[in-house]
């Protein structure tokens, strides 16, 4: 019963996603190939791995999994149960003493396994006037543990206009989500170096500003 | 199969219409198949352009002929989805800013519902006002009522324009199915008809004379690929048309060519307004909704001009 009510789920979200925002992907730096990637993308909403996830092709959908906040998406109720069932999304517990390592171990489990990831660098959501927040040094962690892993740069355009903070009425707005070049991992880099080199690449994918 | 049979026996001149739609597709695919076929291995971007926009038709016919077969109902559920994609892709390309949320929400969920709910109603006294009085009124009120006055004007503007070029002027589609016409009852899609083959015959023949024949050009900062040659030969073609249509309207041949002239003139000021906004705004293309057209504004955009002043001028001279 349980999967079964995921599935409709996951369709049902897709479907409104797809509805709202008529969200369409661009393949600028790599094509939709059953690799295996961590996708680190910007974060605005809690509608954005949903956009991520959505513009997926289906072979893709089920080896991708989200990494996402343990007290929003792994707690009881409805959505523990999304977070679990329906998205299969890797927890991220963000309040422990060793949550650096804990957050490592886990992804890096889930990669070990085989899946691909939907990670979000700046930690948190970006309601501010900034595109990017400061980048956390997951990222670079993740990178140095799997360098044979591709780094996907994922810039999510508009979610911020759709439901900005505060409102619970979102607007329907055009949304697009940019597949940038894999990151090239060099063993040797600085974690500083890295996460510039990171956050330029998602900046560079982001579309000239239409915010009066 | 016997609804088709049915509506074949009717003859009703509908079915004659979109069997002669359709069998110009026909014709269409089999060309553009064929372009492709002799250009083989070296694709080239206009043809492959050409089939999208062929493949995409296919649909656009069968949409509506599914809303036609639905009535009034139907007819009015297209246009209100088609408001809505608008005025998503015209919403997308404006600055809003956090201040504007309810005022865009109620343009969304009050604007279009209420708009299309009075056409329904048949209620012109509301209809024809409602959006240009009270929807005018009302967003810069909600906007102020938030307190933001950075680029209020041109916030609130935009807003105002998004309203009355995706929800107000594309209503007036519909709307023609509400005007009682004597000697012409229960035939009101067909006055639909005249005006979607008039405005997108007009836009497709100004494409084909001007793929063929277009060397001056018209308007290059406007629209690169809008020639005289096109414009005029598309026109008068387009004009043409509608005059052998007359048939199918309550105007006689040569009003019918009148109209269908004012039409043509209409959708091509509509296409070269929602170009310039496009160009202020930076982008080619208002969306990718439809496939090789671009966006849903992209294929409405001389509807959008057409539909308020044919629909006043039919009211004007055939109901009295």
């Known amino acids: 019963m349980r999967p079964l009510v995921a599935r409709a789920t996951r369709r049902l979200i897709a479907g409104f996603a797809r509805a709202v925002t008529g969200v369409s992907a661009d393949w600028r730096g790599c094509r939709p190939e059953p690799r295996h990637r961590v996708y680190f993308a910007n ?48 927890p991220i517990d963000r309040k422990g003493v060793d949550r650096l390592n804990a957050a490592m171990a886990a992804m890096s489990a889930a990669l070990d396994e085989g899946a691909s990831l939907i990670l979000f660098p700046e930690g948190t959501r970006n309601t501010g006037d900034e595109p990017l927040l400061p980048l956390r040094s997951g990222l670079f962690h993740l990178a140095m543990a799997f360098p044979q892993i591709d780094f996907v740069p994922v810039w999510i355009d508009n979610i911020s206009r ?34 510039d080199r990171a956050r330029d690449a998602l900046l560079a994918l982001k579309p000239e500003d239409r915010i009066a | 199969m016997t ?38 291995d070296e694709p080239s971007p206009t043809i492959d352009n050409l089939n999208q926009r062929i493949a995409a038709w296919w649909v656009m016919v069968a949409v509506i002929g599914l809303a036609f077969l639905f009535g009034l109902g139907g007819v009015i559920l297209l246009f209100a989805f088609a408001s809505f994609g608008a005025l998503r892709e015209f919403v997308t390309l404006t600055p809003t800013r956090r201040g504007d949320h309810w005022a865009l929400a109620s343009v969304f969920f009050l604007g279009i519902p209420a708009q299309y709910w009075l056409v329904w109603d048949q209620w012109y006294g509301l209809y024809s006002i409602f959006l240009p009085v009270y929807g005018f009124l009302f967003l810069p009120v909600v906007a102020a009522l938030r307190g933001d006055t950075t680029h209020f004007l041109r916030r609130v503007a935009f807003l105002q324009w998004g309203m009355m070029i995706c929800i107000f002027f594309p209503s007036h589609v519909p709307a023609l199915l509400t005007l009682d016409i004597p000697g012409y009852e229960g035939k009101g899609l067909l006055l639909i008809a005249f005006l979607v083959i008039v405005v997108q015959g007009s836009d497709v023949l100004q494409y084909v004379f001007g793929k063929l024949f277009g060397r001056r050009k018209l308007a290059p900062s406007l629209s690169p690929s809008k020639t005289w040659e096109g414009l005029v030969g598309g026109v008068a073609t387009a004009t043409l048309l509608g005059a052998a249509l007359w048939w199918i309207t309550p105007f006689s041949p040569l009003a ?13 000021f509509g296409g070269i307004v929602m170009s310039a906004i496009k160009r202020d705004r930076g982008v080619k293309d208002w969306g990718r909704m439809v496939r090789g057209h671009g966006g849903m504004l992209d294929r409405l955009d001389s509807v959008i001009f057409a539909a308020p002043v044919y629909f006043h001028l039919t009211r004007y001279w055939y109901s009295p």
Do not use: Y
């Open chain 1, 162 to 195: 759709v439901m900005p903070k505060g409102e619970f009425l979102p607007i329907p707005l055009l949304c697009s989500v940019t597949f940038g070049e894999p990151l090239a991992i060099d063993r040797a880099e600085e974690r500083n170096a890295f996460l």
């Open chain 1, 43 to 90: 974060h605005a909403s809690h509608g954005d791995f949903v956009l991520i996830w959505t513009v997926l092709p289906p072979e893709l959908r089920r080896v991708t999994r989200p990494v996402a906040a343990a007290e929003i998406w792994d707690g009881p109720g409805i959505g523990g149960f999304i977070g679990r069932q329906v998205f299969r999304a890797v």
């Open chain 2, 256 to 268: 019918a060519a009148g109209m269908a002239l004012v039409i043509c003139a209409l959708g091509f």
């Open chain 2, 3 to 40: 609804w088709i049979v049915d509506l074949l026996a009717a003859q009703h001149p509908a079915v004659w219409l979109f069997l002669g739609v359709g069998a110009i597709l026909v014709v269409a695919t089999a060309i553009g198949r064929e372009l492709a076929r002799r250009a083989g």
